[in-house]
């Protein structure tokens, strides 16, 4: 039997690696920078459609980390999401009319808010709130507008369009593709020799 | 046919008394004043049994596990050209699961049985009751010390297994493998809370290090005194602790993703 005192120092040596272990998976494996919210100023932004954006979802400029989400919350009477974005105090020179919009890192990753900055002298303090924001970009949304203009374009090639309906496509367009130009225009080119490809191999098919 | 109903009936109304026995035990260890001058000693001596002595076979399976399970999600995940993932796969499934369950498994085995047997065997050979003679109560002597002991033990194997068990990870997929280990660890930070990951999985090695000490306490001094008794009692505490440790995995497991 080993006598109480080395016991008692094997104990001890057993709680310092216990110790050691929660301290390595604090800092090394999780990722844990401070206990407390480090120094900074909050600003908020309101959004029609946050996606997949979470409360410690990051704050980025130009890729560089500066704050995190602390809240969302939903306003009751224009039924917008109301992001607070703690951004460390570091960075307190970002100018007030910057524009914010969410964008998902990668392809299929999570969602952080992007903060464009534009050339205004005033900065951003503590309650301010961004003027211009982009709403995240819903990959269901999307493709509903592509499956839409396809179908309005092959309606197109297939039957000549009548005069009534063109105007109206034109105007689902500009209202929905305010923020997304670019995908609006890229759809229809990429869109519509697709859509003929398959039938002419259908029609191969039947001769053969 | 009556017969079976009453043995039936002879059964649930003998495990209920096990139960409340099993309850009271546990009751008159907790809420008792604490003696610190002598109880101390005596917790320490256990944490060194149970806790220390287990540190080998916790410290050598942790590393393995890790190796394996980055082994494994290495092959998995560059099929899907995410080998870059490792670090986080692996962090996960050891914080939240494999840490506390396989610790708490590893630990009935190890510690559990070991109580379990020493207390039938006071009981056997009349220690307890020779205790109760000299006014000494075997409760607070024999029980309460192995109590905390493997109460106090559980927490701090698992956080020693988490660690080792990435550290084997790190070993397999940057050492061997060839991950790059800067993205092994900033993907692993990105992906693992603390609070959520870590501390949920300690908070479940409290409840089942809790619950397979108390099995094995329980088992033991309600033992047969017997050679026979104690053997099925040893085979008991293994059985129903990992029964426990298992079945409480998924409730706890359920309560934390809902958010308690």
Do not use: C
């Not at chain 1, 910057?98 to 964008?103: M, Q, T, V």
């Not at chain 1, 179908?151 to 923020?179: L, Q």
């Amino acid at each position: 039997m080993l006598s109480q005192r080395t016991i008692e120092s094997f104990v001890g040596l057993f709680l310092l690696a216990a110790i050691m272990a929660l301290l390595l998976l604090a800092f090394k494996v999780s990722g844990l920078t401070s206990f407390f919210k480090p120094a900074g100023y909050d600003v908020s932004a309101s959004f029609d459609d946050i996606g997949q954006l979470k409360v410690r979802s990051p704050v980025k400029v130009g890729g560089v980390l500066v704050g995190e989400v602390s809240s969302i919350v939903l306003d009751p009477s224009t039924f917008k999401a109301v992001v607070t974005l703690h951004i460390n105090s570091r960075f307190n020179e970002i100018p007030d009319d910057s524009s914010a919009g969410i964008l998902t890192a990668g392809l299929l990753g999570d969602n952080y808010v992007a903060i464009t900055p534009m050339y205004s002298q005033t900065f951003l303090k503590n309650g301010s709130e961004f003027q211009e924001t982009h709403s995240a970009m819903i990959l269901e949304k999307l493709i509903g507008q592509l499956i839409y203009k396809l179908s309005n374009s092959s309606d197109k090639a297939t039957a000549s369009t009548s005069s009534t309906e063109k105007p109206a496509e034109n105007t689902t367009a500009s209202s929905e593709n305010k923020t997304e130009k670019p995908k609006a225009t890229i759809a229809p080119v990429s869109g519509t020799p697709k859509l003929e490809k398959p039938k002419t191999e259908v029609t191969l098919h039947e001769n053969n | 046919m009556m017969t079976h109903i009453t043995a039936l009936g002879r059964w649930g109304i003998d495990t209920l008394e096990q139960l409340g026995k099993a309850g009271l035990l546990l009751f008159r260890v907790i809420f008792r004043v604490p003696n610190v001058k002598k109880g101390l000693p005596l917790t320490l001596q256990q944490v060194y049994a149970e806790g220390v002595l287990s540190l080998l076979i916790i410290v050598v399976s942790g590393l393995f596990i890790g190796m394996v399970v980055a082994l494994q999600g290495y092959h998995t995940l560059a099929k899907f050209g995410a080998a870059q993932q490792l670090g986080p796969l692996v962090a996960l499934s050891v914080t939240r699961e494999l840490g506390p369950v396989v610790t708490a498994l590893l630990f009935a085995g190890r510690a559990g049985s070991a109580v379990t047997a020493e207390i039938g065997l006071m009981k056997a050979t009349e220690q307890l009751s020779s205790m109760e003679m000299m006014a000494v109560d075997p409760l607070q002597r024999v029980i309460s010390p192995r109590l905390w002991g493997g109460f106090f033990s559980m927490p701090l194997l698992t956080m020693i297994f988490n660690t080792v068990a990435i550290y084997g990870a790190y070993l397999v997929g940057v050492k061997w493998l060839g991950l790059d280990a800067g993205a092994f660890w900033s993907n692993m930070q990105t992906s693992v809370d603390f609070h959520a990951d870590v501390i949920n999985g300690i908070l479940k090695s409290i409840v089942f290090g809790l619950v397979v000490i108390w099995i094995a306490v329980f088992q033991g001094y309600e033992a047969t005194p017997t050679s026979a008794g104690i053997a099925g009692a040893t085979t008991r505490s293994v059985v129903y602790s990992s029964l426990a440790i298992l079945g409480l995995d998924f409730v706890l497991t359920a309560m934390m993703i809902g958010g308690w």
